[in-house]
């Protein structure tokens, strides 16, 4: 594959192996006949080549397009051998070298430097980065007249702002400086450029450790692969990432680019695929869309480079399935092939992502069981805060079960490309409410976020998390930072047993303080509140407002629970029920909250939440969540509507050990969680009138 590819990332002969795909019932077979269409439709349409727009708007998406249009037509032309495909890319280049250089530049509407074509130079160098890929394919068959017209009015200017109007911002550390030196790298080897190269890979200093893409790789990524700002900026980094890493290995070799950094490349395609829920979406941490999942265009490179120039799991191939398409190119066809090897459900496994360039800034426990959409997928999050789009929520859970997110992520406060919503751009409800702690699945501290709000210092701060010994999926994590003088540590589990059509997420979070504080122990949930199985609920005439800071201000109480040391709660969201068990030590208020207090522009989801909040020195909040029964409203068909678990219980124990009682119609779960440094210390526990025998973390005792 590594063969002299004479259009980049395409040689004569794999353009032959991706024409065999065409017909094929697969995820290439679909990528390609979708391309069909777009280029057709673009030949019927002509050349459209608008001036400057707003974010969001026609000419903004026009320019986009027509960037994709370049490189697909390219290509399809390569593949078809068809002059009208070729020639239409062509066109679409040189209308661009016929304006672009004397073209000015738009407004800067946020911190970000300004290109010509867009608002941010970040759409610029994704702009350049596809239409170096079209060129690739033309170059051979362009004259040199023709070609010396593209590199005149278009390649060169776009390479000179880059690098030398926004020198200062090219080797920036950051999703947009990796785009920036693909895009120059990947240009330069194009036109033949050596210093435009040198510079992409190396940095501006030539050291490789400050700035291009040898720096990006070793300091946006962990050891084991970890992306700094979360999933969602993850699959957007990893775009350019692989691109530039593929044109890399075939036309520099000497490089060894796969070696890099500890080989941080292929671990980050891993960590970025594991990361998906078993519906192919991923967690909405930090700013992130809810609905992003593995059929985006950098995941699905992810997915054929991983299945390319690495052994892929079984389990990652299997996910492969969530993909409608795939990269045209043969790191796909190689893709294609493996699929076919693997069985449709393959077993997940749980795994621990430290974070920081360094590995050691915390990291983020995925905990699975299952398989295939029936499988679950927790995660527990104790690491870097995410530069300038992390949110405050350190020890913060998400939950998926059942073919749904069942404790959800708020994500980000923005209508992505929504012209009429801020141009699509960042709303300030993203600060004042999306990346505040009340936002997550946690516990907040006297109203306030996590580090007083302040993202600087919440970047040079993290949590740990540890995966349970004892527990196939399990994990511990502590923050002693996120508020002064308050220590917080979370256990979670999913437990299966006998008893259970699907297994349980056990959620325990502690906290410590010598001084008394308000804990806020907050969930988001979807769908439909079902029944409170304990106490009076009341729902207010008129709704209040939670607070006036912190995000606080944005939630409204609709109504009220009795307060008690138990509460339990069911709702129902698509086709299955999920219950919610808590016991704290002192009794505790209970609240239904509602998304969207003081927003009288619409920029947030109402989404559903409940509260729990007591004030206390030390508290341990534990809850049980179920998922169980199904609902069908087509057929008017319902079962199993009450929760399975019949009671959930603390039982004594002593210090540094945790014995919760779960009862069924079927009988008795007891769950003894052990502080690891009691071990092997501890050898029996009495629980009731028995002794058992402790010699791990985590074990699950029947009675």
């Known amino acids: 594959m590594s063969a002299p590819s004479e259009y980049l990332l395409w040689s004569h002969a794999e353009l032959d192996e991706i024409r065999q795909q065409r017909s094929a019932d697969n995820a290439m077979g679909r990528s390609l006949a979708a391309l069909e269409v777009r280029v057709t439709a673009s030949l019927a349409r002509g050349v459209v080549i608008p001036g400057q727009g707003e974010a969001g708007s026609f000419e903004h998406n026009t320019h986009k397009e027509n960037a994709r249009l370049i490189e697909g037509a390219a290509l399809l032309g390569r593949l078809d051998d068809d002059t009208r495909a070729l020639d239409h890319a062509h066109e679409l280049l040189a209308g661009y ?23 941010q130079i970040l759409n610029e160098h994704i702009w350049l980065l596809h239409a170096s890929l079209g060129l690739a394919l033309l170059k051979p068959t362009l004259s040199e007249a023709q070609y010396q017209t593209l590199l005149e009015g278009l390649f060169r200017p776009m390479l000179e702002m880059f690098t030398e109007t926004y020198r200062h911002d090219f080797d920036r550390i950051h999703n947009h400086g990796l785009w920036s030196v693909a895009a120059v790298g990947i240009c330069a080897l194009v036109i033949d450029s050596p210093s435009h190269l040198a510079i992409s890979i190396d940095g501006l200093d030539g050291t490789g450790e400050t700035g291009g893409f040898l720096a990006q790789i070793a300091l946006l990524f962990s050891p084991q692969g970890y992306y700094v700002e979360g999933p ?75 299945a390319a120039r690495y052994d892929a799991p079984s389990e990652l191939l299997t996910l492969a399935r969530q993909q409608a398409g795939c990269w045209i190119q043969a790191n796909g066809v190689v893709l294609m092939r493996a699929m076919r090897e693997v069985s449709h459900e393959a077993e997940v496994r749980s795994q621990l992502f430290h974070d920081g360039p360094e590995g050691n800034s915390g990291g983020h426990a995925h905990l699975k069981r299952g398989k295939g959409l029936a499988a679950q997928h927790a995660v527990l999050t104790a690491g870097q805060h995410g530069m300038g789009h992390g949110h405050f929520d350190e020890l913060g859970l998400t939950f998926f079960s059942r073919g749904k997110e069942v404790l959800k992520e708020y994500g980000f406060a923005r209508w992505v490309n929504v012209e009429t919503k801020f141009g699509g751009r960042y709303l300030k409800e993203n600060e004042g409410y999306a990346k505040q702690s009340v936002a997550h699945n946690l516990v907040v501290v006297d109203m306030q976020s996590q580090h007083d709000g302040d993202h600087a210092l919440a970047d040079t701060q993290h949590g740990n998390v540890a995966l349970l010994d004892g527990c196939a999926a399990g994990a511990r994590a502590q923050c002693d930072n996120a508020y002064e003088n308050v220590a917080m540590q979370r256990k979670v589990l999913l437990l299966e047993s006998h008893h259970t059509e699907t297994p349980l997420l056990v959620d325990i979070i502690s906290l410590q303080s010598e001084q008394p504080h308000v804990y806020d122990y907050t969930f988001n949930h979807g769908g439909q509140v079902i029944r409170w199985w304990d106490g009076e609920f009341t729902a207010l005439a008129a709704w209040e407002v939670m607070g006036n800071s912190a995000g606080y201000q944005h939630l409204w109480k609709t109504g009220q629970l009795t307060a008690d040391t138990a509460h339990s709660m069911t709702w129902l969201d698509g086709d299955s029920f999920h219950s919610w068990h808590q016991i704290t030590q002192a009794p505790a208020d209970v609240f239904e909250l509602r998304v969207g207090a003081n927003d009288p522009q619409h920029n947030l989801r109402p989404d559903a939440k409940v509260m729990t909040r007591l004030t206390a020195t030390t508290q341990t909040f534990y809850n049980l969540f179920e998922s169980h029964g199904h609902f069908n409203e087509a057929l008017e068909q319902c079962g199993g509507a009450r929760p399975e678990v019949i009671s959930f219980t603390t039982l004594p124990s002593p210090d540094g050990v945790t014995v919760l009682e779960l009862t069924f119609s079927t009988g008795q779960l007891v769950l003894v969680l052990t502080d690891p440094s009691l071990l092997p210390a501890l050898h029996e526990l009495e629980i009731g009138e028995q002794y058992y025998r402790i010699d791990q973390e985590v074990m699950l005792l029947e009675r």
């Open 97 to 119: 070298a016929a304006c672009y250089r004397e073209m000015p530049y738009q407004v800067a509407r946020n911190t970000n430097p300004p290109g010509k074509l867009f608002h």
């Open 232 to 306: 969602y900026y993850h699959r957007f980094a990893i775009h350019p990432l692989c691109l530039f890493a593929e044109a890399l290995v075939r036309h520099c070799p000497e490089r060894n680019i796969l070696e890099h950094a500890q080989g941080r490349i292929g671990k980050s395609l891993n960590v970025l695929l594991s990361s998906a829920y078993p519906d192919g979406r991923f967690p909405a941490l930090n700013d992130a869309s809810r609905t992003m999942n593995l059929d985006d265009e950098g995941a699905r490179c992810a997915m054929a480079l991983l």
